[in-house]
């Protein structure tokens, strides 16, 4: 008898009907012989409309109050799905992160997890009952406050959960059939992927693909917890993210899929003096604003005026307050003026093929120029090249390198609820 973790998100859970049907499936995994532990989301699109209702009380709220109210989606979800499972005729028992013992750092709003003490799930599985778990939140250790863990993160639940109860492996429902070479809304003859490798993920979700949250990858890799990405609305198999380490590297795709971000923003420093310690002295000021920077860019210095530009990425929503940081320490740096950019977005082709495999740059910075587009900035890693461009070149630059790394298939990929989630 298998004990597994199954984690459903808001479009699976939109309303009272799709609730019965996810207390349904719940039932036959239950029937099937598994202990069950699910993780639930917020309905629909109830942590928006809460995140709305918020700031139309108050402009700013405070981030602990934000949290309790945030954390009520994931509460109603998981009773309502408790009811609807009673009413099946199995036993189920919802809780609250907090009550399931996943504890967190104090940061309201993006608390990561450090340690799941799962005592009452066990207890509860122990008992015989299904155990739902609401998803994306937590208790801080220090403060013994509620927090939630950062948009998207009931994935992360649902992976530390079943590292923590020793799972063998963990679903992840959404409303698509899985992870797809590239975002079939955008690619029609995007392709499905059967098993993708924990790294090629970890830079899918990186780099934009929003199927996965990000810290769910790292987690699972690091617990080395399987993970079953598929849809709620269909019986197919989905994408299993897992250890690929032990297969045969010349049957690995060249690219294995392409990702898309258009979430990101440019900030350009124009006219840094030229001279040690000024970069630092930009990256310091944007750290200790905890804003993560993503690609940079030195332009070659003008030998008449000692000065050069600095461009680097950032998450759009920290746009705001990097050129505050950046102005409030113009004393020190010594820069002629910041640029502001967030008509961008970035393209990344990824694959643990390309290791093995000269010429994919090229391929794919051809593919950009045949179609038109111009490339921006440029960063790459083992396994994925990314490139900025106009925000309007997205979606033809996403098209353009699918094509051109032949991974278009015939039939057109099905999104069944439209929202991803
Ligand atoms: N309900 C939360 C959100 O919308 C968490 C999640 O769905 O994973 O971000
Ligand atoms: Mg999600």
Not at 82 to 87: I, N, T
Not at 344 to 360: E, F, T
């Amino acid at each position: 008898m298998g004990r597994i973790v199954q984690k459903f998100g808001g479009s699976s859970v939109a309303d009272a009907a799709s609730i019965k049907r996810v207390a349904r499936r719940i039932l036959n995994a239950k029937l099937a012989g598994n202990d069950v532990v699910v993780v639930i989301s917020a309905m629909g699109d109830t942590t928006d409309e809460l995140m709305d209702l918020a700031l139309q009380v108050s402009p700013q709220p405070k981030a602990r109050e934000l949290d309790m109210l945030l954390t009520t989606g994931e509460r109603q979800s998981a009773a309502l799905l408790a009811m609807a499972l009673s009413d099946l005729g199995a036993e189920a028992r919802s809780y609250t992160g907090s009550q399931a013992g996943v504890i967190t750092t104090g940061k309201h709003g993006d608390a990561r997890i450090i340690d799941i003490t799962p005592g009452r799930v066990e207890q509860a599985l122990n008992e015989g009952n299904v155990v739902i778990v609401a998803g994306f939140q937590g208790v801080s250790q220090t403060t013994k406050d509620v927090t939630t863990l950062g948009r998207g993160a009931s994935d992360t639940t649902a992976v530390a959960l079943a590292a923590a109860l020793g799972a063998e492996y963990c679903e992840i429902y959404s409303d698509v059939d899985g992870v797809f070479t590239a975002d079939p809304r955008i690619v029609s003859g995007a392709r499905h992927i059967p098993e993708i490798s924990y790294e090629e993920m970890l830079e899918m979700a990186a780099n934009g693909a929003k199927i996965l949250h990000l810290r769910c990858v790292e987690y699972a890799r690091r617990e080395s917890v399987p993970v079953h990405v598929r849809s709620s609305f269909s019986d197919k198999p989905g994408t299993w993210v897992k250890d690929l380490s032990k297969g045969n590297p010349m049957e690995q795709a060249l690219i294995t899929g392409i990702a898309q971000d258009t979430k990101e923003a440019k900030i350009t420093v124009v006219g840094v003096p030229d001279r040690p310690g000024e970069a630092a002295e930009i990256f310091d000021t944007i750290a200790r604003n905890e804003i993560n920077v993503d690609m940079i860019v030195q332009n070659v210095s003008q030998v008449a005026s000692g000065r050069t530009d600095i461009s680097f990425t950032l998450p759009m929503d920290d746009g705001r307050k990097a050129i505050d940081a950046l102005n409030a320490a113009k004393e020190e740096i010594k820069f002629d003026e910041l640029l502001y950019d967030d008509q961008i977005g970035k393209v990344s082709v990824i694959g643990v093929g390309m290791r093995s495999h000269p010429g994919v740059t090229a391929k794919f910075f051809r593919a950009l120029s045949d179609a038109d587009v111009n490339i921006d900035m440029i960063s790459t890693s083992e396994i994925r090249i990314s490139v900025v461009v106009d925000a309007d070149h997205v979606d033809t630059a996403v098209r353009a390198a699918h094509t051109a790394f032949g991974l278009d298939a015939e039939g057109e990929a099905v999104v069944y609820a439209g929202t991803g989630r």
